[in-house]
């Protein structure tokens, strides 16, 4: 099964805020999507820091091959 | 000298073949018209396989056959249509096989508006009938970009643009850039390529096609049926940020999502960090508070119910308090009741007395007494009767006992030895024995005589 995305993620947290606001819970099904909640927002947080901020060329090798290089804007400009 | 003078010098006009009239005609008007501009409304126009595209170019009075071979008619960028005002540039031919002359094209132009822009006309139409732009195929774009892909050209402000502003609003976003050339000669071939590949896989989620501003010819590659579908083709969404504001490609209306700009589809594609993170923020505050009110909710409670049970014997207290306190009332409450029911009922009472023949239950009463006295008087009566008759036989009883007549000096005689109590003197005979029993002790007699004649003194 593939991990939850982003989206559901912070989609599934609204789903719990709402919940705990409805007040209708009882306490220790509270604290287990509590726990939950807890859990997405770490993970949430994480994706936004993991991706490296990274750019690259994509630059076709003499045997034809496709390689990515680091893109630099600075050196790639035209005067 | 003319034919005419020659024709009086007698040598007689000059005759010609067809073949040989014809190839004077083809010289003279080859060579006249090696290259015309001529302006004029398309007319049955056709286009067989062979890829030569035939038509007349007429006006109100006259027209004139023409051709585009197909080396040219190839790269014309719009298609001729009947009705068509055009400017035409080419030579005047003769086919001499039919005797026509024609017009031989290397250059056509739509007059006014430009081939090029009608050549977007048609292409538009042509796409929009298969239903290549409608709004459901269009495919959404992801949430939060893993990686994107920008088809660009690596020395354009087109890229410089967009990084800029994708790196101010998520710093740390994943960007691959797949150069091509954006103008000229086999750019779209090279945009279709690069579609493809970003498609075979690059880990991209979403694609950027963008270039900066130009002219139609410029920008011409993304107006290219090619790249539309490939556009469309394509299984990774495509933004489309060509040219300026104001330029509107085929590119624009095939894609998922059309940007004015780079700097446009840059703000499209990425919603600021910040905006997700205080959304985080702000969802992990609403779960803690809830949470804890929760947890206090919960506490209260459980403290209302701990404070309750603390101490069992006060409540027992507290309990027979309140029994005597409930009795207390209840019995107030009864006594009230019951004092009101009373007075109810003893009004009730009263009326029914006044109304009643309970009156007359005394008298009835005083009968009852008396008419038991008199019962048991006579019970009495009866009774000391029954006793006084009863004392009398015992009286009589009493002098009837044998022992008592005996006492009085009467005796029991009897025979011996049958024991036959005597009752007449012929019962027995002079010389017998008999006993006789006395009140006190017995004899036994011999008799001396008898007398039955029952004579006594």
């Known amino acids: 099964m593939p991990e939850k995305t982003f989206e559901e993620s912070l989609k599934r947290l609204e789903d719990i805020v709402r919940e705990l ?14 726990e939950e909640g807890m859990k997405l927002l770490s993970l949430c947080s994480e994706r936004l820091e993991e991706a490296e901020k990274k750019v690259t060329l994509l630059t076709r090798k003499s045997d034809g091959g496709l390689e990515e290089k680091p893109f630099d804007i600075q050196e790639n400009e035209v005067p | 000298m003319d034919d005419d003078e020659k024709m009086f010098e007698g040598e ?29 409304e398309i007319s049955n126009v056709r286009t067989p396989v062979s890829g030569h595209c035939y038509m007349a170019l007429k006006d109100e009075s006259a027209q004139i056959r023409a051709v585009m071979f197909r080396p040219r008619a190839r790269i014309l960028k719009f298609r001729p249509e009947d009705g068509m005002k055009v400017i035409a540039q080419g030579r005047v031919g003769v086919y001499e096989p039919r005797g026509e002359y024609q017009l031989v094209l290397d250059y056509l132009e739509p007059l006014g508006v430009g081939a090029l822009a009608l050549a977007f006309e048609q292409l538009k139409k042509k796409l929009a009938e298969r239903g290549l732009f409608r709004q459901e195929i269009k495919r959404a774009l992801p949430f939060l970009p893993g990686r994107i892909a920008v088809i660009t050209s690596p020395t354009g402000a087109a890229v410089r643009d967009f990084l800029s502003v994708i790196h101010r609003r998520f710093a740390n976003m994943n960007i691959v850039i797949v150069p ?82 780079p700097s446009a589809a840059a703000e499209l594609l990425v919603s600021e960090k910040e905006s997700f993170s205080r959304r985080l923020e702000d969802l992990r505050g609403r779960v803690i508070a809830n949470i804890r009110r929760s947890l206090l ?6 403290a209302h119910l701990r404070a309750r049970l603390r101490d069992p014997r006060k409540s027992i207290e507290n309990g027979w308090q309140r029994l005597d306190d409930l009795t207390g009332r209840i019995q107030r409450a009864e006594t009230a009741v019951i004092r009101n029911k009373a007075e109810r009922l003893s009004s009730a009472g009263n009326l029914l007395k006044r109304a009643s023949p309970a009156a007359r239950i005394p008298s009835l009463h005083k009968k ?24 009398l036989i015992r009286g009589k009883l009493g002098g009837l006992n044998p022992h008592a007549v005996l006492k009085r000096g009467y005796c029991i005689s009897r025979g011996i030895p049958d024991g036959r109590i005597l009752k007449s003197a012929a019962e027995t005979e002079t010389g017998k024995s ?7 002790g017995e004899v036994v007699c011999r008799v001396e005589e008898v007398d039955s004649t029952g004579n006594r003194s």
Do not use: C
């Open chain 1, 21 to 34: 606001e409805g007040g209708e819970m009882p306490l220790e099904e509270s604290l287990k999507v509590f």
């Open chain 2, 12 to 40: 007689g006009p000059r005759v010609y073949s067809v073949s040989g009239l014809t190839a004077e005609i083809r010289s003279v008007l080859e060579s006249r018209f090696r290259f015309v501009w001529v302006e004029g």
């Open chain 2, 180 to 261: 091509v050339r954006v103008q000229g000669e086999g750019a779209s071939a090279e945009i279709v390529r690069a579609i493809e590949t970003v498609n075979a896989g690059l880990g991209v989620d979403v694609i950027v096609l963008t270039r900066g501003g130009g002219s139609l010819e410029d920008l011409w590659p993304f107006n290219e049926e090619a790249v539309a579908l490939a556009i469309r083709a394509s299984k990774i969404p495509i933004v489309s940020a060509v040219g300026h504001e104001i330029d509107i490609t085929i590119s624009d209306l095939a894609a998922d999502l059309r940007a004015p700009t």
């Open chain 2, 297 to 302: 909710d919960g506490s209260r409670g459980l």
């Open chain 2, 368 to 391: 009852l007494d008396y008419t038991r006295d008199r019962m048991i008087l006579a019970v009495n009566a009866v009774l000391s009767s029954r006793l006084h008759s009863v004392s």
């Open chain 2, 434 to 440: 008999i006993r006789v029993t006395l009140w006190k």
